[in-house]
Nanobody
Protein backbone atom coordinates (compact mmCIF):
# COMPACT_ATOMS: atom_id res chain seq x y z
CA UNK A 1 0.00 0.00 0.00
CA UNK A 2 1.34 3.41 -1.00
CA UNK A 3 1.77 5.88 1.85
CA UNK A 4 2.01 9.59 1.11
CA UNK A 5 3.24 12.38 3.36
CA UNK A 6 3.09 16.03 2.33
CA UNK A 7 5.25 18.84 3.65
CA UNK A 8 6.11 22.43 2.84
CA UNK A 9 2.91 24.35 3.44
CA UNK A 10 2.77 27.67 5.26
CA UNK A 11 1.65 31.27 5.35
CA UNK A 12 2.99 33.61 2.68
CA UNK A 13 2.12 36.92 1.09
CA UNK A 14 0.67 37.23 -2.39
CA UNK A 15 3.37 36.98 -5.04
CA UNK A 16 5.58 34.68 -2.97
CA UNK A 17 6.58 31.09 -3.72
CA UNK A 18 6.21 27.82 -1.85
CA UNK A 19 7.42 24.33 -2.59
CA UNK A 20 5.35 21.35 -1.49
CA UNK A 21 6.80 17.88 -1.30
CA UNK A 22 5.09 14.50 -1.25
CA UNK A 23 7.16 11.58 -0.02
CA UNK A 24 5.86 8.19 -1.11
CA UNK A 25 6.67 4.88 0.54
CA UNK A 26 5.53 1.36 -0.17
CA UNK A 27 5.15 -0.19 -3.63
CA UNK A 28 6.86 1.45 -6.57
CA UNK A 29 5.21 4.42 -8.20
CA UNK A 30 6.01 3.01 -11.63
CA UNK A 31 2.81 2.91 -13.65
CA UNK A 32 1.01 5.28 -11.32
CA UNK A 33 -0.09 8.88 -11.65
CA UNK A 34 0.73 11.32 -8.89
CA UNK A 35 -1.68 14.18 -8.43
CA UNK A 36 -1.96 17.33 -6.37
CA UNK A 37 -5.38 18.52 -5.29
CA UNK A 38 -6.52 21.33 -3.05
CA UNK A 39 -9.57 22.07 -0.97
CA UNK A 40 -10.31 25.74 -0.29
CA UNK A 41 -12.37 26.58 2.80
CA UNK A 42 -16.00 25.65 2.26
CA UNK A 43 -15.36 24.21 -1.19
CA UNK A 44 -14.91 20.83 -2.79
CA UNK A 45 -11.55 19.27 -3.49
CA UNK A 46 -10.22 20.38 -6.86
CA UNK A 47 -7.55 19.23 -9.26
CA UNK A 48 -4.29 21.17 -9.37
CA UNK A 49 -1.72 19.10 -11.24
CA UNK A 50 -0.77 15.55 -12.16
CA UNK A 51 2.27 13.67 -13.38
CA UNK A 52 2.20 10.28 -15.08
CA UNK A 53 5.16 8.33 -13.76
CA UNK A 54 5.82 6.14 -16.82
CA UNK A 55 6.45 9.03 -19.22
CA UNK A 56 6.83 12.07 -16.97
CA UNK A 57 4.05 14.00 -18.69
CA UNK A 58 2.44 16.76 -16.64
CA UNK A 59 -1.05 18.22 -16.54
CA UNK A 60 -2.35 21.37 -14.87
CA UNK A 61 -5.58 23.09 -13.97
CA UNK A 62 -6.05 26.28 -15.95
CA UNK A 63 -6.01 28.30 -12.74
CA UNK A 64 -2.40 27.33 -11.97
CA UNK A 65 -0.91 26.81 -15.44
CA UNK A 66 2.24 28.86 -15.85
CA UNK A 67 2.63 29.41 -12.09
CA UNK A 68 2.83 25.88 -10.65
CA UNK A 69 5.17 23.08 -11.67
CA UNK A 70 4.85 19.42 -10.71
CA UNK A 71 8.00 17.31 -10.86
CA UNK A 72 9.40 14.05 -9.57
CA UNK A 73 12.53 12.74 -7.98
CA UNK A 74 13.08 9.29 -9.46
CA UNK A 75 15.56 8.22 -6.83
CA UNK A 76 13.59 9.31 -3.82
CA UNK A 77 9.97 8.59 -4.77
CA UNK A 78 9.17 12.23 -4.13
CA UNK A 79 6.84 14.48 -6.04
CA UNK A 80 7.07 18.23 -5.62
CA UNK A 81 4.76 21.10 -6.45
CA UNK A 82 6.59 24.37 -6.99
CA UNK A 83 4.12 27.21 -6.58
CA UNK A 84 5.12 30.66 -7.81
CA UNK A 85 3.30 33.99 -7.90
CA UNK A 86 0.86 32.78 -5.30
CA UNK A 87 -2.54 34.45 -5.03
CA UNK A 88 -4.98 34.64 -2.12
CA UNK A 89 -7.30 32.34 -4.06
CA UNK A 90 -4.62 29.63 -3.87
CA UNK A 91 -5.35 29.35 -0.14
CA UNK A 92 -6.36 25.76 0.58
CA UNK A 93 -5.34 22.47 2.10
CA UNK A 94 -3.16 20.76 -0.49
CA UNK A 95 -3.16 16.99 -0.88
CA UNK A 96 -1.04 14.63 -2.93
CA UNK A 97 -2.58 11.44 -4.19
CA UNK A 98 -1.79 8.38 -6.29
CA UNK A 99 -3.84 6.45 -8.83
CA UNK A 100 -3.38 3.79 -11.47
CA UNK A 101 -5.41 5.91 -13.91
CA UNK A 102 -3.13 7.63 -16.41
CA UNK A 103 -5.30 9.55 -18.85
CA UNK A 104 -7.18 12.80 -18.81
CA UNK A 105 -9.81 13.88 -18.03
CA UNK A 106 -10.16 11.02 -15.52
CA UNK A 107 -6.94 11.98 -13.72
CA UNK A 108 -8.53 15.27 -12.67
CA UNK A 109 -11.23 13.50 -10.67
CA UNK A 110 -10.49 12.90 -6.97
CA UNK A 111 -12.64 9.78 -6.95
CA UNK A 112 -10.17 7.81 -9.09
CA UNK A 113 -7.29 8.27 -6.63
CA UNK A 114 -6.69 5.36 -4.26
CA UNK A 115 -4.11 6.84 -1.92
CA UNK A 116 -4.04 10.25 -0.23
CA UNK A 117 -1.73 12.14 2.03
CA UNK A 118 -2.90 13.94 5.13
CA UNK A 119 -2.77 17.38 3.53
CA UNK A 120 -0.78 20.54 4.18
CA UNK A 121 -2.19 24.04 4.67
CA UNK A 122 -1.22 26.82 2.29
CA UNK A 123 -2.40 30.31 3.20
CA UNK A 124 -1.75 33.29 0.96
CA UNK A 125 -2.43 36.73 2.41
CA UNK A 126 -3.21 39.76 0.27
Amino acid sequence: QVQLVESGGGLVQAGASLRLSCAASGPTLSGKTMGWFRQPPGNEREFVAALTWFDGNTYYANSVKGRFTISRNNAGNTVTLQMNRLKPEDTAVYYCAATAVNSMPAMARPVVYDYWGQGTQVTVSS
